[in-house]
């Protein structure tokens, strides 16, 4: 894994050491106004909903939960100061005292029970409603004692919890009637303000906030853009301070670039989602004769300009504990061996399909760009449905595509991010497309309730041979991914490996150099 921050390279692992933040000093200067280029509109403000990294960047200066993740990754106390564990199975969190809503309302052991209940609730829509089924009970203890009960050992619990959409929400306003959507009322280091959609939205700093020492900066202003390339035009006019999602083939030009700064990190890799109810997908052989059609070494060339590593098996990241080297190989470029499996499934003449792809990301185009022309060579005839991201997450939810191209990261520190696609349960993707394996469903089950890290590592190697002999996803490469600033933005860190999606923690300790 290599790390990039003004043209010098550092050496770490995906699990090593903290990260670098920008040119942080001893003293931050407070004061300024940061203006942050999101590559999209937030569809909705809700905290509990994940509606992708840019909305959940803007939710993590407002909300927090109980735990969160904090620099170099590792999982801190948030709302909670500290909390234990009672035999396997019980978590006792102790909130933090005098914490208060953005509206002066006391934060309360009460409000932690109403957002675990409204987490779990269906109709919210939760991120984390399926990774978090095992609650059996939340029980209020004290004003400021929350007991959670899970129905047995969960390995990944506090991991889930970390992420943004397990923030705790004020219970009065909900209960009162307001839209989370469109509104914020958290008790995190910044207070919304308002938000104009198309144009900005405002967060200013929470001055009542439980550090004291931070945030340094007055408030922020998210600005969405449109493209990739107008928001990076925007930076080097020095238009906008800071921006998500750089654009990989620009990364190294930015790196050498005095004038700006680069954070960036192997974060994402890029995938291939189908919906095993539409045909031809329905047949594995289909799946399979993909995977094998794709040259994943020119993917990462051309699409990564050489910033990444290819997938040919394990998802987990290599570094990890429980990544299973012997099935990297898997999938390498074999478009013979393609041709072959098209034909046994009665396409011998090829086929026609459709890739659903956002346009708002370049990532995402030119890699169904890529696709299209190396699938055409074993005979699959791809045309490219590229609508806004808003339009693709709406489709994807309600299961309306076929094949999809995707870039996806591990949505915590743990290897049970593969619920996620796997689980048939799970809400987040597997279940969106009616994707379902008892197998796979019973491994996963047991991996995360065992505590003991080599019988984990032994399902999941289980679970990864038998999700690449299914292949209802393809993987092709992870790649570096990352956020760039004017060189005058300091304290911000993008978050090592798969957790970079979540870096918009530390904007609480972004502060402005001039």
């Avoid at 939760?126 to 029980?139: E, M, P, Q, Y």
């Avoid at 393609?338 to 792809?357: C, D, S, V």
């Avoid at 987040?428 to 089950?445: C, E, M, N």
Wanted: glycine share 8%.
């Amino acid at each position: 894994m290599k790390r990039f921050v003004l043209g010098v390279i550092l050496s770490v692992t995906i699990a090593g050491l903290a990260a670098a933040s920008w040119g942080a000093a001893p003293t931050p200067r407070r004061g300024g106004i940061l203006i942050y280029g999101l590559s999209t509109e937030p569809p909705d403000l809700d905290p509990h909903v994940n509606s992708g990294v840019s909305s959940g960047t803007v939710k993590t200066a407002v909300y927090e939960g109980l735990v969160r993740y904090g620099h170099g990754g590792a999982i801190v106390p948030a709302l909670a100061e500290r909390w234990g564990l009672v035999g396997q199975t019980q978590y006792v969190f102790h909130l933090r005292p005098n914490v208060r809503f953005h509206n002066g309302d006391p934060l309360t052991a009460d409000d932690v029970k109403f957002s675990f209940d409204r987490l779990l609730d269906p109709k919210t829509g939760s991120a984390l409603r399926s990774n978090l089924k095992l609650i059996k009970t939340v029980d209020v203890m004290d004003p400021l004692t929350v007991k959670v009960t899970l129905l047995q050992p969960f390995a990944p619990f506090l991991a889930y919890l970390a992420e943004p959409y397990g923030a705790i929400v004020d219970r009065k306003v909900v209960q009162s009637g307001a839209n989370l959507r469109s509104t914020m009322m958290g008790t995190g280091p910044f207070r919304f303000v308002s938000w104009d959609p198309g144009q900005r939205l405002r967060i200013v700093r929470n001055d009542a906030y439980w550090d004291r020492t931070r945030p340094y900066l007055d408030g922020i202003t998210f600005v969405p853009f449109a493209d990739d390339q107008t928001r990076l035009t925007a930076l080097r006019a020095g238009d906008i301070m800071l921006m998500d999602f750089v654009p990989q083939e620009q990364m190294n030009t930015i790196a050498r670039d005095s004038q700006l700064a680069l954070d960036a990190d192997v974060g994402i890799f890029m995938c291939i989602i189908f919906n095993p109810q539409r045909k031809p997908y329905d047949d594995v052989r289909v799946r399979q004769a993909i995977a094998y059609a794709i040259d994943r070494d020119a993917v990462v060339k051309t699409i990564f300009d050489g910033r990444g590593t290819p997938i040919t098996g394990d998802v987990i990241p290599k570094a990890w504990w429980a990544h299973d080297a012997k099935a990297d190989g898997t999938y390498t470029y074999q478009p013979d061996k393609a041709r072959t499996l098209l034909r046994e499934a009665g396409y011998p003449n090829g086929l026609k399909i459709t890739i659903l792809a956002p346009i708002t990301y370049s990532l995402h185009t030119r890699t169904a760009q890529v696709l299209q022309a190396q699938l055409a060579k074993v005979g699959i005839q791809a045309q490219l449905d590229l609508p806004e991201w808003a339009v693709v997450l709406k489709r994807h939810n309600e299961g309306d595509y076929a094949i999809e191209v995707r870039g996806l990261t591990a949505a915590i520190s743990d290897p049970d991010f593969l619920s996620d696609f796997y689980a048939s349960d799970n809400t987040y993707y597997a279940k969106q497309v009616g994707f379902k394996d008892d197998r796979l469903d019973t491994w996963l089950a047991q991996a995360r309730a065992v505590g003991n890290q080599t019988i984990r590592k032994q399902l999941y190697a289980r679970i990864t041979e038998r999700a690449l002999e299914l292949a209802p996803w393809v993987y092709f490469a992870w790649g570096d991914q990352g956020e760039a600033a004017r060189a005058y933005v300091k304290g911000y860190e993008h978050f090592p490996g798969p957790l970079g999606r979540y870096s918009g923690f530390s904007l609480a300790d972004t502060w402005l150099a001039k």
